[in-house]
């Protein structure tokens, strides 16, 4: 009988073969149709793939890297589909769990107080899904952007098993902080330099996907004579505007970390990139996420972030740079303008869509009726019309666990711990939970506003806010662990306490007998 390492090498050595013979066929098909630069790309690409076969943290990287950097990138070929590079890096990501998954001597699965919650919600989607088919044709585009949205949401569960130390909790958050920091310098770049060498830039990536021409430019109401919005390789200011926010919230707590995760010498510039980023894409509703989520950080544990907060909002009303953002901003709230008048429209029909079809929605491949369409700026409303109310109702039993969580463990964070090493570990994991919270409550709040965590095509943004929400409850289970309950999640705390396995502060890891 095989040892476990045995087996582990065997496997290894085969996903090496495989990857090798795949690139030697691939590889000479890149050299014959696209020249030489292409093949070399195809080769880099081929290295990083066996470096994240050893390394499951490479794998998380090059998923971060893409979201952050290359959204909508895709390979210049296609296999019955024209895979993106988010698809190969995800799968990587998932194909690394499974093998070590398979070949450890005690194998287990956490489920934490998600767990049951977050995979119901999925079993409802599909439903929703399956059912919707009776109405609209199943197509291959449809089939494929379902199966991403499946992946993103099954993130959640890869998240909460494979971060379960302190240490790749820190890597990840700080390789989220610094990749959507070359993002946001890549925007005010592309931003401040003449437009032409704009359309240059962003032209060049039409090998990987991407659109080409003058409308790589955005404007407010896209119009011209209006102010630009940056959109850096997020093609929409708004999907901009949502990694900005989600990482501003994420990064701000660690001005107050006895060690952050980047010094402060070079923290402070990088928010200070994040902010202006934000500002620079007009998406208004990812900054009043990103402040709903600061206000929340300022108000329930860091008091002397107000101080910033008021300093940011008097600067924002009174700079002559700022004003058309103040303007624009004042025009939203009236409902005065034709962005947010299309938006109250999008509202009014999504809500006649949703009382025709309450139980379970229409799907997600069409709208059943001519008169109604899938499709509305509010990540809520959007959720409702593909799976219904009872679909929707999961998805905020999701979040409510989430939040009762979060204030459960917001309280034994105030206890503090017990010796000093104990105590370290909390300095260390307190900002870190408050900013993966924060990002999420962004999220939320951006949501009232946009629809990108939730849709077919925004692969990149649903899988950004599961892998959020992993690492925030990936932290929230570290927490638990303070205090010398070695019990993965807490769950020893949980039975003390009267609460019951799986809700909402308590965790139970299976274990292969």
Known sequence: MLHVREVRSLLKGLGILLLTVTAAIGGGYLLAEFGPLIAAAGLVALVLALWMLQNIEIAYWAVIGIICLLPFASFPFEIVFRPTFLDAALGMLFVVWALRWMTDSERSFTATGLGGPVLLFLLLALTAFVL??????????????????LLSVLLFFLVVNTVQDTGRLERLVRALILCAFAEATLG???YAIPDDWAIRALSALRILGYPSGPGVLRYILDDPTLPQRATATSVDPNIL????????????P??????????????????????????????????????????????LRYRKLWWLLLVAGVLLLLLPQTQTLVVHFIAGIRGEDLATQMRFGEYKDAITLIMRYPVLGVGFAGSPDVDTYIGVSNLYLMIAEQTGLVGLTAFLAVIAIFL??????????????GDAQEEEMV?????????????????????MFDHYFFNLDFHHSATLF??????????????????????????AEGIRSGSPAGFPNSSMTWRKP
């Not at 291959?140 to 991403?148: G, K, L």
């Not at 300095?427 to 949501?447: K, M």
Request: hydrophobic share 55%; net charge positive.
């Open 404 to 417: 009762v969580r979060f204030w459960r463990t917001r309280a034994r964070f105030r206890r503090g711990a």
């Open 188 to 190: 005010i770049l592309l």
């Open 466 to 491: 599961w892998l959020i929400i992993g690492l925030a409850t990936a932290a929230t289970e570290l927490a638990h662990k303070v205090g010398g309950n070695e019990t993965v999640g807490g769950y």
């Open 241 to 252: 505007g949502s990694l900005m926010n989600l990482s501003l919230a994420l990064a701000v």
């Open 254 to 299: 660690q001005i107050f970390a006895r060690r952050p995760l980047i010094r402060r010498r070079y923290l402070i510039p990088i928010l200070g990139a994040l902010a202006l980023c934000l500002g620079l894409t007009i998406s208004r509703g990812s900054m009043v996420g990103a402040g709903v989520a600061l206000i929340v950080v300022a108000t």
């Open 132 to 149: 919707g088919l009776g109405h609209a044709p199943l197509t291959s585009y449809v089939v494929r952007r379902f199966a991403e949205i």
């Open 427 to 447: 300095a260390t994991l307190e900002p870190l939970w408050w900013g993966l919270h924060a990002a999420v409550i962004g999220a939320l709040v951006g949501g």
